[in-house]
């Protein structure tokens, strides 16, 4: 085991010994359930109630300022301003955030447990083929939770495979709030600065990696990165090519109407990327009504009279 592995072990059991001396109840199930640029997952079960087990999904942050090992308030702030946006939303395709809480030098997030990152899902994938029908069954969720934030008049910033669950019936569901912020409609074009990146670039549109002076981020971004999920989701592995080419390559485990409806969506000039709404329309026009179509031909073919779904 290499160094940084041994001392990242010792963070996880620290993290783990703080909870559960605060959670009586808590029982960690995985130690290591996940991790991102700035918080670790863990996963616990709560036996208060032995008859009815709650499981949780457990992110830690640490929130103390490294060089003068007091609390930073604006990490504990950013902390729970991520906790705070994520408790209002109730929707099925955004994680369930149930409570937040300071303990020690950490911040914590109780939220539901999913199984894991799409992130990890795409790496251990082995399959060559991802039919049309799972494929479209992931934009659309992914649309659907993107839309109820876009409408509750956030922007998310930091949308990635990582940053996207999967539970074990399929669904997806949005976490990871950190960089979400609320757009004041003031804004011009309701535009909103971004003081740095600190997603990973390549899920950034074009706009952001261009501009020279301000950086510039509006809901068209996380757009441009349901596209880049989309892209990676069929089989490419980091689509960084697309920045410096602006071509966007064949994902090759999904078939070509797929690849259609990525390169509709990674429209490198914003004012066309398409909208929420325009993405469904294509999907119903080029997609969901051409598998109708080939139903419709295959019951003519075959003089079946009546299809219920058609
Ligand atoms: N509710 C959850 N259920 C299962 N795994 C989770 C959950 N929340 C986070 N994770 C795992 O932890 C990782 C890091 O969480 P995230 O919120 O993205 O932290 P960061 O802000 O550091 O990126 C995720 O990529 C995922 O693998
Ligand atoms: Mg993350």
């Given amino acids: ?5 041994e001392k990242q072990i010792k963070i996880l059991q620290n ?14 199930t995985n130690s290591n359930a996940g991790s991102g640029s700035f918080g670790k997952c863990l996963f616990v079960e709560d036996r208060q109630d032995i008859d009815k087990i709650k499981k949780y999904a457990i992110k830690a942050q640490i929130v103390i300022d490294p060089h003068l090992q007091i609390i930073d308030n604006q990490t504990l702030q950013n902390c729970q301003d991520e906790a705070q946006i994520l408790r209002e939303i109730k929707h099925k395709n955004v994680v369930r955030v149930y409570e937040d809480y300071l303990i020690k030098n950490y911040h914590f ?7 894991c990152s799409l992130q990890k899902l795409v790496e251990s994938q082995q399959n060559p083929i991802i039919p049309q029908k799972q494929f479209i069954h992931f934009a659309n969720q992914l649309l659907d939770g993107v839309e109820y934030i876009h409408n509750l008049n956030y922007v998310l910033r930091d949308l990635s495979l990582g940053n996207i669950l999967i539970c074990q019936d399929g669904t997806l569901k949005l976490c990871d709030f950190g960089l979400a912020k609320k757009f004041k409609p003031e804004m011009e074009e309701q535009m ?6 600190k997603g ?3 899920y ?5 990696l261009n501009s020279k002076d301000k950086l510039l981020y509006s809901q068209k971004g996380d757009i441009q990165a349901i596209g880049v999920c989309l892209q990676m989701i069929g089989g490419i592995d980091f689509p960084s090519s697309y920045l410096i080419t602006k071509k966007v390559n064949i994902a090759p485990k999904v078939d070509g109407e797929c690849n259609k409806l990525i390169k509709f969506i990674l429209n490198e ?3 066309k990327r398409p ?10 026009q080029n997609l969901i009504l051409w598998q109708h179509f080939t139903l419709y031909q295959f019951c003519k073919q075959n003089q079946i009279q009546k299809v219920n779904n058609i």
């Fill in 192 to 197: 909103l600065l971004t003081k740095s990146f």
């Fill in 275 to 284: 909208s929420i709404q325009m993405i469904r329309q294509f999907i119903y």
């Fill in 200 to 202: 990973a670039a390549f």
């Fill in 204 to 208: 950034y549109p074009p706009e952001i």
């Fill in 109 to 115: 997030i109780e939220m539901e447990q999913c199984d």
């Fill in 15 to 28: 993290i783990a010994k703080i909870l559960c001396e605060e959670k009586k109840n808590f029982v960690i």
């Fill in 1 to 5: 085991m290499s160094q940084l592995e």
């Fill in 269 to 271: 000039d914003k004012d």
